[in-house]
Nanobody, 119 residues
């Protein structure tokens, strides 16, 4: 059974930084992508960033480009999200998810971690 667990959320002032971590377990394949999404109260879920485990290819949502960086540790099945220059509008619950082929969707999700940016 695939399990995804996030950590690292918290309260930070605008302009500050936070680093989120995500670990996956129960995976039987080494070919997958790990991504970060976020959802603020009253808003739809938004794509933040993703990383392909094998190629290292990364992709970012427009609202975080240049401020957030996704990286990974393949040996540990972990992915990280370094968030710099945080803004109040980055406040949301951040979710880590796994896209495991042959599915083209993110099928496995963590419970989420709260990030709050104060102005």
């Amino acid at each position: 059974q695939v399990e995804v667990v996030e950590s690292g959320g918290g309260l930070v002032q605008a302009g500050g930084s936070l680093r989120l971590s995500c670990v996956a377990s129960g995976l039987t394949s080494s070919s997958y992508s790990m991504g970060w999404f976020r959802q603020a109260p009253g808003k739809e879920r938004e794509f933040v960033a993703e990383r392909d485990r094998n190629s290292g290819f990364t992709n970012y949502g427009d609202s975080v480009k240049g401020r957030f960086t996704i990286s990974g540790d393949n040996a540990k099945n972990m992915v990280y999200l370094q968030m710099n220059s945080l803004k109040p509008e980055d406040t949301a619950v951040y979710y880590c998810a796994i896209d495991l082929p042959p599915s083209a969707d993110y099928d496995y999700w963590g419970q989420g971690t709260q990030v709050t940016v104060s102005s």
